[in-house]
């Protein structure tokens, strides 16, 4: 059966910089090809696209992953009748929210108040808190809305109007239809609901260098501007590491997949075609356009990418990662992007041909000299032209499915 698949390739060289740490404050490598390469989590680059979907898509097209599910919904409930107290809709939000995904809330256990503390302070700390989940929920605003409806319904006797097998079955059914964007596209895993998961329709590879890295540290000191002229010596010192590269990024959107995530999307008058075109244009742009956000204060690295290969299959996902197993060298006088860029075009090329991976059509976003091999492999576009482009030919195929 024909499929649809987005490949997106990105070449961008970041600055000094250190947009993905680990525990220590290093950051993040891998090895690969035998060297120490840079490395940014998959994690990272999506939850930067999601941080990017805000300015992109409207919020009643996004979810929310927190584990103050129950607080949530009560808002909703109380908009819908606002005679309810907060303690009555948090009641009645834990218990659709508990029969339509299986999940358990509970209040969290509050912290000990200290011997000193104001008696404002002391009076706050009494209120009544929250049922939380164990765990992040991810719920879209549909699902969020649907259940506060269904907990208004049932509230005069929340417990035995979702003792009803059919009014259970509502629940659930609300949980696992009219996902947001970013559920459809990355997924949402329920521990204690298996059946109500949804299976990621984008994956996102950990970005590479393309070359071997080794991390640098600054030393930096902070000036007390209260200090006394004649004493000398910093108010605080430390230090931070980074390091620059040259990245290769990679994603892959099974567009069949989002379709049947996402289903009628927001709007029930839309065509099947509508949602899944705006998701779509919305990854592309947000993946592209994104970046991490570590340490960005002290590095400053808003760098565009340097080229950006979008391809549209038919068959399967094609990562050509490969073309850097063996890394790229700095010659003297020149950095590692044109090199980059002749590997990539050339394992395109030597990949599409050999293994029979010809895409239907293939978009090239370049900017700079050291970037013209890449420009060849596929229509010359802007980002705006690419996105819509995109955007266009997925709303074709969707519109042909049977």
């Known amino acids: 059966m024909s499929r649809t698949i987005v490949d997106i390739h990105v070449l961008q060289t970041v600055p000094p910089s250190n947009l993905n740490r680990d525990d220590t404050g290093t950051p993040k490598s891998a090895v690969y090809g035998g060297v120490r390469r840079s490395r940014v989590s998959s994690q990272a680059w999506k939850r930067a696209t999601r941080t990017?979907?805000?300015?992109?898509?409207?919020?009643?097209?996004?979810?929310?992953?927190?584990?103050?599910?129950?607080?949530?919904?009560?808002?909703?409930i109380r908009e819908l009748q606002p005679e309810v107290t907060p303690e009555e809709s948090w009641k009645l939000a834990t218990a659709v929210v508990e029969a339509g995904t299986g999940a358990k809330l509970a209040v969290p256990e509050r912290k000990k108040p200290k011997k000193d503390r104001e008696s404002a302070e002391a009076a706050e700390e009494a209120k009544p808190l929250p049922p939380e989940s164990q765990y992040l929920m991810f719920l879209s605003a549909q699902q969020r809305r649907g259940l506060a409806e269904l907990a208004t319904e049932g509230r005069a006797d929340i417990g035995g109007f979702l003792k009803a097998k059919e009014n259970k079955e509502r629940a659930r059914e609300i949980a696992d239809t009219r996902h947001s964007v970013d559920i459809a596209l990355f997924g949402r895993m329920v521990a204690d609901g298996a059946d109500i998961n949804v299976d990621a329709?984008?994956?996102?590879?950990?970005?590479?260098?393309?070359?071997?890295?080794?991390?640098?540290?600054?030393?930096?000191?902070?000036?007390?501007?209260?200090?006394?002229a004649d004493e000398t010596g910093a108010g605080m010192i430390g230090t931070v590491e980074f390091n620059s590269a040259t990245l290769y990024r990679y994603a892959a959107l099974d567009v069949d997949r989002l379709a049947d995530n996402l289903g009628?999307?927001?709007?029930?008058?839309?065509?099947?075609?509508?949602?899944?075109?705006?998701?779509?244009?919305?990854f592309v742009r947000g993946f592209v356009s994104s970046l991490p956000t570590g340490k960005i204060n002290t590095f400053a690295h808003h760098i565009p990418p340097d080229a950006v290969v979008v391809k549209l299959r038919d068959s399967r996902p094609v990562n050509f990662v490969g073309a850097f197993e063996e890394p790229t060298m700095a010659e003297s006088g020149s950095g590692h992007v044109?090199?980059?860029?002749?590997?990539?075009?050339?394992?395109?090329?030597?990949?599409?041909?050999?293994?029979?991976?010809?895409?239907?059509?293939?978009?090239?976003?370049?900017?700079?000299?050291?970037t013209a091999k890449l420009a060849e492999t596929g229509t010359r576009v802007t980002l705006d032209e690419l996105v819509a482009n995109i955007g266009a030919a997925v709303a074709e195929r969707q519109g042909g499915r049977q």
């Open 52 to 76: 990017a979907f805000g300015q992109l898509l409207d919020p009643a097209e996004l979810g929310v992953r927190t584990k103050k599910v129950a607080e949530l919904i009560g808002e909703t």
């Open 338 to 370: 044109r090199q980059a860029s002749e590997r990539l075009a050339e394992q395109i090329a030597d990949v599409e041909r050999e293994f029979g991976e010809e895409a239907l059509a293939t978009w090239v976003v370049t900017a700079g000299r050291n």
């Open 264 to 282: 009628q999307g927001v709007d029930e008058d839309a065509d099947r075609a509508t949602p899944v075109r705006r998701a779509v244009e919305a």
């Open 201 to 228: 329709a984008a994956q996102v590879a950990h970005a590479l260098s393309v070359h071997a890295v080794e991390n640098e540290s600054d030393y930096y000191t902070a000036v007390d501007d209260e200090n006394e």
